[in-house]
């Protein structure tokens, strides 16, 4: 029972270890949610156990929405903005005690926007970005370690995020220059790579077994970013946004995850996820352009281990999408002029990881299910 215990724990750990996020659309939800342990990783880990992974994942935004409303004649008038995004990150996990874990993770997007109104309202053009974000090196400490973990553990992380992502990422935009040429200017903030702002990330996961084969996971993730701005052109008209903002971020998942006895190393989980953007940061100033909203998703998915590799698979499917109204908003509106931007938003998100865990001790030998 032990080993069957530990086998669900090791398929449950790499699979609800936080994955990296998801632009969600306008909504510049940054590529990550949280520095936790490295995806495949464990709840149970033992000193000098390396964890190396990658995660893939995209999403196509073009559902507008001005609050909780969606504005579905933007499609019928063929005046949405689409973003298409893929990224992938590349994680490097290590165990330096019985608890005690560190990560660098190094993700990497590639994006493209269509739009007709920042060409001049004339035509619909495509603009791009792509290469290095911001790169993530943090650490976590596990509240239990050995056989007190098989039935639950609970793990706090704190770490840093680097502004090595291009913040003022530039392309090609059509009929806005002096009779109707074309300029090079800073790409939406929605597909800039980086935010240009030293950040400082806050999480907690853990994991509980409530009956042999069926446990309950969570992870929650704040990103404190306290610049204010970062100095990259818009190009929008009002003066108050003409500069991009450097938001915090939050991220909640939680949820079941089941592993199913008679197929070896096959788990499937259903569960909740919230995340977002806020109207305002918590440390510093919120000047300049953002859109704040959040997302709420029903996350079903599916994991697979075959020895130390664990395949994940999860798509998020949107139930609320909530463009709230920004601190410009607010501030400028007025009784004759109520403010309230929109934001566009993907229906779904689509993520896979493989995740390898390289044991220092020798792998233990388990029972057969």
Known sequence: MKNIILIILIGAGAFFSPKRSYSQGCVAIRQFSGIGNAVGQLNVQSKGDWNLSTNYRYFKSFRHFRGTHEEPNRIEDNTEVINWSHGV???????????????VSIPFAYNERSSLYEHGRQSRHTTYSGGLADVRVGAGYWLLSGEKATKG???????????????????????????????????????????????????????????????????????????????????????????MSVPDQYALRAGLFYGIKSIHGLGFSLGGRLEGVPIRDVVGESDGFRRPGYVISVEPGLSYMLGNVTATLNVPVALVRNRTRSLTDIIESTPDNFRHGDAAFADYLINFSLAWRIPKKVPLVFNSL
């Open 89 to 103: 990150d590349f994680n490097i996990g290590y165990s330096f005690t019985d608890r005690i874990y560190g990560l």
């Open 153 to 243: 553990n609970l793990a706090l992380g704190l770490g840093v995020k680097l502004p090595t992502g291009d913040y003022n990422a530039e392309s090609t935009f059509y009929n806005v220059g002096p009779n109707g040429s074309s300029e090079i200017r800073p790409v939406d903030q929605s597909i800039q790579l980086g935010d240009g702002g030293f950040g400082i990330t806050l999480e907690s996961q853990g994991l509980k077994e409530f009956k042999p084969s069926l446990f309950g996971y969570y992870n929650a993730f704040y990103l404190l970013n306290p610049r204010n701005t970062n100095g990259t052109l818009t190009n929008r008209s009002r003066q108050s946004e003409a500069i």
